[in-house]
């Protein structure tokens, strides 16, 4: 076995306790071994990506236990690249986070940092669906926290919702499991495929119960259309490193759904199209409900948090063909979205910041360092809509392409195409009211007949809050870190796209790994020699 499978598990779960125990109340330790313990787990996801390449699958036994008995983690090329994903969003979103001063705000942010990491890190990796469950349970109390960070009546209110509607979505997964585990004897994966697939077809009303109830669940934490309800409100309220690094998190269901989907409950066993039938209408729904979203809010913030509605609307698209060019294609789309939406909410944050808070659309004084903030939003924009040359363009053509044999592929195509339009207008309009109408204030309030109507909610700031708010930006430990965290991010978009050639390539391989499932059954239930 090869111990550093576990590193991606135990590390975090190392720095957060040591975090909290023993540099709870010096940030500047915190913010030492936060960034050690990142640094870490990104170049432990190179090394695991490295070993993936190879075509094989990696299994780690916790105790030597054998399968399905104990306790498995599974590496394959889909887990490691998810792993380097998110090791690398974690890092620039962090190093964001001290530029901007935002962990400043509240003790416990770099282990709640580590926590969320774990949780994360160990979703990508078990081969076994109850400790699934228990990951996701260890991302989302991690989550609660980061999510809260801060405090304000408005980030609790948001937090509420979000602990609710996640605790909903955690018993229907206990649910889930029970049905599949009275069907089948299993959680294994790998014994759940082989189980599954030796089902008589009269037997498997239980199971495809459970199927469902688990397609449900996994539509949750990736919030599609109708169960998108907790997402809006929780990253428009959430801090802005926060909200950048759950846009990973969202992908966690989408993950879990190339998972199951793929190795336990393909097309050809007893659930037959089940998957396809349900997500492909629900995917076109959230692609559209999200642009237009984008159109018809008034709040940057929930901007942002309709734009990643609407990438995964465009990234479930793809996943719902589950063949291998549709999986190339929408794991192409995912490390663009997730990359894109991390960057947006950065920026926003920014805006917001040096607004004095006012994060609502209407004309305001110009905010400091408006010429690179408003080349910084103009990019991400460019990214998050889908234009040329940024990768976001690749994604939707590969996406295009991967659909064109499908029966909806007019409408495909046309939700995708009319949706882009409708984003493009959006952001056109955003960044018009922030950086190209900026003006002072009429001293007479509601005297803003060039404007329209204010919007209900979100005074505006007072001089005074806005000077503090502007100081606090520049008492930060170092802008120059901040902008250049937005920027790493963007080059890797473009990056993306230079090099969309080699990445596909190695989507394509691991897309077809994953249409081979003795690739995981060999290794994991039968190559167990010297185990318990």
């Keep these: 076995m090869n111990h550093w499978i576990i590193a991606p598990v135990l590390l975090p779960a190392l720095f957060g306790a040591l975090i909290i125990l023993w540099m709870r109340h010096d940030l500047l330790l915190q913010r030492t071994f936060g960034i050690i313990g990142s640094l870490c787990l990104l170049g432990v996801a190179l090394y695991l990506n490295i070993l993936a390449a190879s075509g094989e699958v990696y299994v780690y036994r916790l105790g030597n236990w054998a399968a399905p008995f104990g306790i498995v983690l599974m590496l394959d ?67 609660y926290g980061l999510m809260i960070h801060g405090g304000g009546p408005m980030r609790l209110r948001a937090g509420v919702q979000y602990i609710s509607y996640n605790l909903a979505g955690s018993t229907l997964f206990l649910a889930a499991l029970g049905a599949i585990y009275a069907s089948t004897g299993t959680l294994n994966m790998a014994d759940l495929a082989v189980r599954v697939a030796a089902m008589p077809a009269d037997d498997t009303a239980l199971l495809r119960v459970g199927a469902v109830l688990l397609l449900i669940v996994f539509a949750v ?13 929780t990253y428009a309220n959430a801090p802005g490193p926060s ?7 969202s992908k966690v269901g989408i993950y879990a759904i190339i998972r199951f989907f793929t190795l336990v409950f393909p097309q050809d066993t007893v659930i037959e199209t089940i998957a396809t039938d349900l997500l492909l209408p629900a995917a076109l729904v959230t692609l559209l409900l999200g642009q237009l979203g984008v159109l018809g809010t008034r709040s940057l913030t929930r901007m942002a948090a309709y734009a990643a509605i609407g990438s995964i609307g465009t990234l479930t698209i793809a996943v719902a063909r589950f063949d291998e060019p549709g999986l190339t294609a929408a794991m192409y789309y995912l490390i663009h979205s997730t990359l894109a939406a991390g960057a947006l909410f950065l920026v926003v ?10 994060i609502w659309l209407r004309q305001r004084p110009a905010i400091a360092n408006t010429g690179l903030v408003s080349a910084l939003f103009f990019a991400t924009a460019i990214a998050v809509v889908g234009l040329p040359p940024l990768s976001g363009f690749v994604g939707k053509l590969l996406i295009m392409q991967a659909t064109m044999a499908d029966p909806w592929m007019p409408l495909i195509w046309t939700v995708i195409l009319a949706t882009s339009v409708v984003a493009l207008v959006g952001f056109g309009r955003a960044g018009s009211v922030i950086f190209w109408k900026s003006h002072e204030l009429d001293p007479e309030p509601g005297n803003d007949s060039d404007e329209g109507p204010r919007p209900k909610k979100g005074p505006i700031p007072t001089k005074l809050e806005t000077d503090e708010a502007i100081q606090d930006v520049a008492d930060s430990a170092s802008p120059a870190l901040a902008f250049a965290s937005v920027g790493v991010l963007l080059s890797a978009l473009a990056l993306l796209s230079i090099f969309a050639g080699p990445v596909t390539s190695y989507l394509a391989d691991t897309s077809a790994q994953l249409h081979d499932p003795n690739s995981y059954l060999q290794p994991v239930l039968h190559m167990q020699e010297d185990t318990k």
């Design 243 to 249: 909200s950048a690094l759950f846009a990973i998190m």
């Design 221 to 233: 934490k990736a919030a599609l259309v109708p169960l998108h309800f907790w997402l809006p409100s």
């Design 349 to 358: 944050d920014m805006i917001g910041a040096r607004r004095g808070g006012d």
């Design 77 to 143: 090329r889909l887990s490691a690249m998810m792993l380097l994903l998110a090791g690398f969003l974690a890092l620039v979103v962090q190093l964001y986070a001290f530029g901007s001063g935002w962990d400043r705000k509240g003790w416990h942010f770099h282990a709640l940092w580590m926590f969320q990491m774990m949780g994360l890190n160990g979703a990508f990796l078990t081969g076994d669906a109850f400790n699934l469950f228990v990951f996701f349970e260890v991302l989302l109390i991690a989550s």
